[in-house]
């Protein structure tokens, strides 16, 4: 699941340009907490050269829409917002931790926030605006722009 996941996210990529730092072949997400590396925790290894780096932020709201737009990724991909991105894949609560593979400002601010953040959970992945993430500040370290 994890890796159909990952292998849609870089079909993504290609249509707006996600991945400008990565090398060729190369994952790279974003963790708040704990950056570790090897293939048991914080650094998942599949085919050569695919590498994950762990980002997990978590949101201080509940029912938080992870969105997509599955008519047009690169229309959602190149300015992330409410109607960009209509399909809801899922939600995020309080609690739920999650990897975030890069950030950039959409054409909708929520709360005073610009940034949107491109989410992976088990089991969905999509936009959510930034402002929901439990971080102080509205650019997240260390991770990546889109």
Excluded at 23 to 30: D, V, W
Excluded at 32 to 48: C, I
Excluded at 105 to 130: E, H, K, L, R
Aim: aromatic share 10%.
């Amino acid at each position: 699941m994890r890796r159909t996941i990952l292998a849609g996210l870089m079909a993504s990529a290609a249509l707006f340009a996600m991945a400008p730092s990565a090398g060729a072949g190369q994952l790279e997400t974003a963790s708040a907490t704990t950056v570790t590396s090897g293939p048991q925790a914080g650094s998942a290894r599949g085919n050569e050269g695919d590498v994950s780096i762990k980002r997990n932020f978590g949101t201080w709201a509940t029912n938080v829409n992870v969105r997509h737009n599955d008519a047009s990724l690169t229309t959602c991909g190149m300015s992330p917002s409410t109607t960009n991105c209509p399909n809801i894949r899922g939600q995020v609560n309080r609690g739920d931790s999650f990897e975030v593979w890069c950030q950039k400002i959409g054409s909708q601010t929520v709360g005073g926030n610009p940034y949107w953040v491109y989410i992976i959970t088990p089991n969905f992945d999509g936009w959510m605006a930034s402002y929901y993430i439990d971080y102080p500040d509205n650019v997240l370290p260390d991770t990546r722009f889109c």
